[in-house]
Nanobody, 125 residues
Framework: QVQLVESGGGLVQAGGSLRLSCVGS????????MGWFRQAPGKEREFVAA????????YYADSVKGRFTISRDNAKNTVYLQTNSLKPEDTAVYYC??????????????????WGQGTQVTVSS
């Protein structure tokens, strides 16, 4: 029912920034809590950040707290992840996901209803 497409990834030097975008179609994203996850090669997918339906409440993994910011523009049906002070360990494929049923959000990817295809973020030292 919902399709999600991420963009904005790329290659950046350590200390740099990227803004990732996730555009939804099929249904308005305003009815979903949204999350960002990431997966590095050989590792399990991990929770990064989540935002509630209106954008008034956010949650972050400890590893990115203070460096990353999740936001949303429901009029544009888009969710963003601003990534600052990037480190090589941030290198991963970043996915956005939609959760219709839970808030506060679960950090488990299995609890989310829809997923995008991911965008690659590579941070060089």
């Amino acid at each position: 029912q919902v399709q999600l497409v991420e963009s904005g990834g790329g290659l950046v030097q350590a200390g740099g920034s990227l803004r990732l975008s996730c555009v939804g179609s099929g249904r308005p994203l305003s009815i979903y809590a949204m999350g960002w996850f990431r997966q590095a090669p050989g590792k399990e997918r991990e929770f990064v950040a989540a935002i509630n339906w209106t954008g008034g409440t956010t949650y972050y993994a400890d590893s990115v707290k203070g460096r990353f910011t999740i936001s949303r523009d429901n009029a544009k049906n888009t969710v963003y992840l601003q990534t600052n002070s990037l480190k090589p360990e941030d290198t991963a494929v970043y996915y956005c996901a939609a959760d219709f049923t839970r808030w506060p959000p679960s950090t488990l990817g299995s609890e989310y209803d829809y997923w995008g295809q991911g965008t690659q973020v590579t941070v060089s030292s």
